[in-house]
């Protein structure tokens, strides 16, 4: 069975500050593929980037970093320079890498809050 | 770019009573995913469609049904509501044979909120 862990349930930090919100995930494939999506108090699901599990390239996009470490099972993702915009629930996802795929398995969701 | 449309974005409907979602893939996606989020929780997939044969299934309630039509659009049938079964209903959708299949594409969202 897949699980996806995001252990902070929210936080708070002022803008211009980094953080980091953590993903931890089991599987038992060997192949499958991780994401992480933004949403807003607006409600869309919002996607960030996808990584799949022979790329452990680490990825800058901007503000936003990701952190794939498949040795301990981690996909982390960093906001650097945090803005009030960026105030959302970030969910991390894990899906099998077959026809399957769409098939995602959610974490709880991080909830981040950024005061101007 | 054209998105995955959901429709209508907003319902409101009495216990016991019907409802159907509406999702309008990504022109060319052949898979129509369907989720529900309840408040506060993450999102639980319910289920897909590949090319009009349903291809998985969830945490999809007896009362609920859905099918992918010809145009690949997918519909969610929700009878005998229940309070429980307020909370916002995704679609998303993914071309499965692209080099990018693995990504799939969410819609904004259904609103049901069951009174």
């Known amino acids: 069975a897949q699980k996806v862990t995001q252990a902070q349930t929210e936080i708070s930090v002022v803008e211009k500050e980094d953080v980091t919100l953590d993903c931890v995930y089991e599987?038992?494939?060997?192949?499958?593929?991780l994401f992480w999506y933004k949403q807003p108090p607006s409600g869309e699901l919002v996607f960030l980037i996808r990584r799949n599990s022979f790329d452990e390239q680490n990825e800058i996009s901007g503000r936003y970093s990701w952190n794939f470490q498949k040795s301990t099972s981690s996909f982390n993702f960093t906001i650097t320079a945090s803005q009030v915009v960026d105030s959302a629930v970030y969910f991390c996802a894990l899906s099998e890498a077959s026809t399957n795929a769409g098939k995602s398995t959610f974490g709880d969701g991080t909830t981040l809050t950024v005061k101007p | 770019a054209a998105g995955v449309i959901q429709s209508p974005r907003h319902l409101i409907k009495e216990k016991r009573e019907t409802a159907t979602l509406k999702c309008y893939p990504i022109p060319r996606h052949d898979t129509v995913y369907w989720y529900q989020q309840g408040p506060g929780q993450d999102p639980q997939f319910l289920i897909s469609?590949?090319?009009?044969?349903?291809?998985d299934k969830g945490s999809i309630p007896d009362r609920f049904s859905a099918q992918q039509f010809s145009d690949y659009h997918s519909e969610l049938n929700m009878s005998s509501l229940e309070l429980g079964d307020s909370a916002l209903y995704f679609c998303?959708?993914?071309?499965?044979?692209?080099?990018?299949?693995?990504?799939?594409?969410f819609g904004e969202g259904s609103w049901l909120t069951v009174v």
């Open positions: 469609f590949y090319e009009k044969m349903q291809s």
């Open positions: 998303a959708s993914r071309r499965a044979t692209s080099p990018s299949g693995n990504t799939i594409y």
């Open positions: 599987t038992r494939d060997t192949t499958y593929y």
